[in-house]
């Protein structure tokens, strides 16, 4: 089992849902980078389930830092975060542990780990371990703040509501990226946000759940970043986003919306503002021939519905290779997509973190 991502900068994580902690190891960091403690506290909270849209299980995510601290920074040795697990249920996976969950990883793991996976919670598959990305990810997200790179995802659609679009004008998606950081649940349109909250609670008043999509922006980024071919910024980008547990899509800009129409409409044109080369759209999603071109770069991710509902549905018992009927019991949210989108921001903060040390060295983040 392969758990590390980065080049540069190298992320291990480990763990499972209702083992003692999830944790990970950042390793390449640069040394004196300032740990924000208290922004650490803030990204954890923005994961954290709160109300009648998320789970009943709440933890505290009191994390450790063990290694690779000093006088509240960085020393450039490997950054271990521990984040301990209290509340855990793990009786309500007795009774299913032989049975495929639909839209779960309990029979791939089997088929893989051959009975030997931790099944509590899901284990090592669990959204719990993404509590230790968004740790890391505050880490990263503070070293890139500190170039003027920013980082902000909204809930672009959940159920079938659309929110408003992120502007096309720079200064008002800075704003935009500044109130969406603060938001526990992100849209830029609040009506729509209620209309989501309201859709969610439908669905699980019906024993059902919702997904949607993600819609991320990265502000301030240097142009020149990424390589060609099987390095470029949307692969190395799609392949950390794919690893998010529910995320099942990934585009860059409106690539889909827009591969139908003509080149003279998709094409971005250039023209000079204030003495700096920009393009006058960007469906490319500042990115071109897998290089940034120094616009906004947008991309969206689509978080299918959280597999763990309360409906009886058909599977099959993996040990004695017989039909059963699944009615899943424990503690589910019914979407997931508010909570998941602070892990797409950490994540993709990892990431751009880990390309630009490739581009400029690691020391590039202490000037």
């Not at 080049?7 to 980078?33: I, K, R, W, Y």
């Not at 996976?117 to 890139?144: E, M, N, P, W």
């Not at 902000?152 to 720079?170: M, N, P, Q, R, V």
């Not at 827009?258 to 080369?277: A, L, P, Q, R």
Request: charged share 20%; with cysteine; aromatic share 8%.
């Amino acid at each position: 089992m392969k758990n590390s991502i980065g080049n540069n900068m190298q992320v291990t994580l480990f763990g499972e849902s209702h083992g003692p902690f999830t944790g990970c190891v950042m390793d390449g960091l640069a040394p004196g980078l300032k740990i924000d403690r208290d922004f650490i506290n803030h990204q954890l909270k923005l994961r954290r389930p709160s109300g009648k849209i998320s789970t009943s299980r709440v933890e505290e995510d009191d994390f450790q830092i063990v290694s690779g601290e000093f006088n509240g920074f960085t020393t450039g040795t490997p950054l271990c975060i521990l984040i301990p697990n209290k509340v855990q249920q793990s009786k309500d996976y007795s009774k299913t542990k032989d049975l495929a969950r639909p839209g779960h990883a309990d029979f791939t793991a089997e088929c893989k780990y051959h009975g030997f996976q931790d099944y509590r919670g899901g284990g090592h598959f669990s959204g719990r371990i993404t509590a230790s990305l968004v740790a890391a990810g505050a880490v990263a997200i503070k070293a890139l703040s500190g170039k003027g790179i920013k980082i902000a995802t909204h809930i672009k659609s959940c159920g079938g509501i659309e929110d408003s679009d992120f502007s096309s004008e720079l200064n008002t998606l800075n704003s935009q990226i500044d109130m969406l950081n603060e938001l526990e649940f992100a849209v830029i349109n609040f009506e729509a946000g209620q209309k989501m909250k309201d859709k969610i609670q439908q669905v699980a008043a019906d024993k059902d759940s919702t997904g949607g999509i993600l819609e991320t922006a990265v502000t301030g980024f240097s142009c020149g970043v990424g390589e060609p071919w099987f390095d470029s910024l949307e692969s190395v980008l799609s392949h950390a986003l794919f690893s998010i547990p529910a995320v099942k899509g990934v585009q860059f800009g409106d690539a889909f919306e827009k591969v139908n129409g003509n080149g003279s409409e998709y094409n971005d044109s250039f023209k000079m503002e204030n003495n700096k080369i920009v393009t006058l759209t960007n469906n490319n999603a500042g990115i071109n021939g897998g290089i940034s071109n120094g616009m906004p770069v947008i991309f969206s991710c689509a978080v299918k519905p959280t597999p763990s509902i309360y409906k009886e549905q058909q599977t099959v018992d993996f040990k004695n290779l017989k039909d059963e009927k699944l009615i899943i019991e424990g503690r589910h949210d019914p979407a997931i997509i508010h909570r998941a989108r602070v892990v797409v921001d950490s994540v993709a903060a990892l990431v751009l973190y880990d390309v630009l040390c490739g581009r400029f060295g690691t020391d590039w983040f202490m000037e």
